[in-house]
């Protein structure tokens, strides 16, 4: 089954830039979207179709995609950025589109 | 307000079974495809179902495969999840989700609106 590999954790100090990388083997052909889960609630979608940024999502979320590699960057993270990031893509062949990565801790020192 | 609440959660013996329901608001509901997603405790996202908007094509995930059905009630503006044959595993939130699918350069598929949740507990 199709995987996507995400680092379990990443830590930064306010005001400086997080990097979060998503990496499959099909990430050249398929887009790649991100949620963050807060503890105790809902996922929440804060990037799609690689860099797309959905209405109500801050700007210092942003996304790009290169190879086999997709990022969610924030800039000058927030203490409430604090959070788990899901990525989610397709397989090669798009029979599995639903597919998470393990997730990444994202703590605000 | 796009809204989507989920109910029907709660404690059951292995083997058991439940049936999950989703009400959807403020928005066209028989115009979207939708899915339901679990989450372990402690665990990351893991989908286990896809309806079309009309209900015409499903999917499961292989864990669920045999034992949950997934369907829709667009009259209804509800969406369901029975689960049958219930296990330890299955031991979950269970958050509905809206899909927004379509093709540009590529397909796309991503979920943009999400439920609260409601929990699963099989235990004896």
């Known amino acids: 089954s199709y995987e996507l590999t995400q680092p379990p954790s990443v830590s930064v100090s306010p005001g400086q830039t997080a990097r979060i990388t998503c990496s499959g083997d099909?990430?050249?052909?398929?887009?790649a979207y991100w949620y963050q889960q807060k503890p105790g609630q809902a996922p929440v979608l804060v990037i799609y179709?690689?860099?797309e940024r959905p209405s109500g999502i801050p700007e210092r979320f942003s996304g790009s995609s290169s190879g086999t590699t997709v990022t969610l960057t924030i800039s000058g993270v927030q203490a409430e950025d604090e959070a788990d990031y899901y990525c989610q893509s397709a397989d090669s062949s798009g029979t599995y589109p639903w597919v998470f990565g393990g997730g990444t801790k994202l703590t605000v020192l | 307000e796009v809204q989507l609440v989920e109910s029907g959660g709660g404690l059951v013996q292995p083997g058991g079974s439940l049936r999950l329901s989703c009400a959807a608001s403020?928005?066209?509901?028989?115009?979207?495809?939708m899915n339901w997603v679990r989450q372990a405790p402690g665990k990351g996202l893991e989908w286990v179902s896809y309806?079309?908007?009309?209900?015409?094509?499903?999917y499961y995930a292989d864990s669920v495969k045999g034992r949950f059905t997934i369907s829709r009630d667009n009259a209804k503006n509800s969406l369901y999840l029975q689960m049958n044959s219930l296990r330890a595993e299955d031991t979950a939130v269970y958050y509905c989700?809206?899909?927004?699918?379509?093709?540009?350069?590529?397909?796309?598929?991503?979920?943009?609106?999400w439920g609260k949740g409601t929990t699963v507990t099989v235990s004896s």
């Open positions: 989700a809206r899909v927004n699918s379509g093709y540009d350069s590529y397909y796309y598929y991503y979920m943009d609106v």
């Open positions: 099909a990430l050249p052909k398929q887009y």
């Open positions: 403020g928005f066209t509901f028989s115009s979207y495809e």
């Open positions: 309806i079309s908007s009309s209900g015409s094509t499903i």
């Open positions: 179709k690689d860099s």
